[in-house]
């Protein structure tokens, strides 16, 4: 089994915070030709995009399915839920997360820059993103993680891009996303206490400051 993609992407890294939960020790495999945009990798991936999984002579993309996939066939307890409801309840938070959450995100790094920044997009994403997590504090399980007492797939769809929109956050001057949300605060916390999704927090933050300095330096 391959992995492609960079540690960056959050997409990517949570792929890697499954295999990682599982036991199962995936590494990722940078893209072939050296970019997710090389012939070699868009005839793995044709969306261009990371990650991208091959896996028996066959390919799949998509984060969540690529999730899925690790966690149905590698070794390691299951890290989604037996029970239909649980299971559902698990795709849910993880759905809202992708479709609700992750698109602000395009907007908070619009704006990074004070100097470029628009105040009126600010506002609106800002708006946007305190609704999304609202919602999600609904949804979320007794915890402290979202599906129970056990790290799961829906906590490691949501954890990179927390991590991603934590880091930007203090850049706008909000350093209260969670303030009044008490599961999302105990999951949070239980992410950094956590003995795999602490350290990786780090590795993470690292690979995405690298990141966004080297696009700073082309913008
Ligand atoms: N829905 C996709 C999104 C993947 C994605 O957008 N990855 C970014 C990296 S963070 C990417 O490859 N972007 C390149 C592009 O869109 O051209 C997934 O869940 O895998």
Redesign the pocket.
């Known amino acids: 089994m391959k992995l492609y993609g960079f540690l ?5 890294a949570r792929t890697l915070l499954v295999s990682r939960w599982k036991g199962c020790g995936l590494e990722l495999t940078p893209p072939p030709g050296g970019s ?2 090389s012939a070699e990798y868009l005839a793995i991936n044709p ?5 991208a999984l091959e896996d028996k002579g066959r390919c799949l ?4 399915v ?1 999730c899925e996939y690790i966690d149905e066939t590698q070794a390691g307890r299951k890290l989604l839920p037996e029970g239909a409801m649980d299971r559902a309840q698990a795709r849910l938070v993880a759905r809202m997360a ?1 479709i609700y959450v992750v698109p602000n995100v395009g907007g908070l790094f619009r704006n990074a820059n004070p100097a470029k920044r628009n105040d009126a997009d600010v506002q609106a994403v800002l708006a946007s993103l305190r609704k999304a997590v609202g919602d999600l504090e609904q949804f979320m399980g007794a915890g402290p993680w979202a599906g129970g007492v056990s790290p799961g797939f829906a906590d490691a769809i949501m954890a990179p891009n927390f991590w991603v929109i934590f880091e930007l956050l203090p850049k706008f001057g909000v350093n209260d996303l969670f303030a009044g949300l008490p599961r999302l605060t105990r999951w949070y916390d239980a992410l950094e206490a956590d003995p795999v999704s602490g350290p990786m927090h780090r590795d993470y933050l690292e690979a995405l400051r690298q990141f966004l300095a080297s696009r700073a330096k082309t913008a």
């Not at 969306?47 to 990650?51: A, Q, S, V, Y």
């Open positions: 960056a992407s959050p997409y990517v997710i945009k969306l261009g995009k990371m990650p993309a998509e984060s969540t690529i992708d």
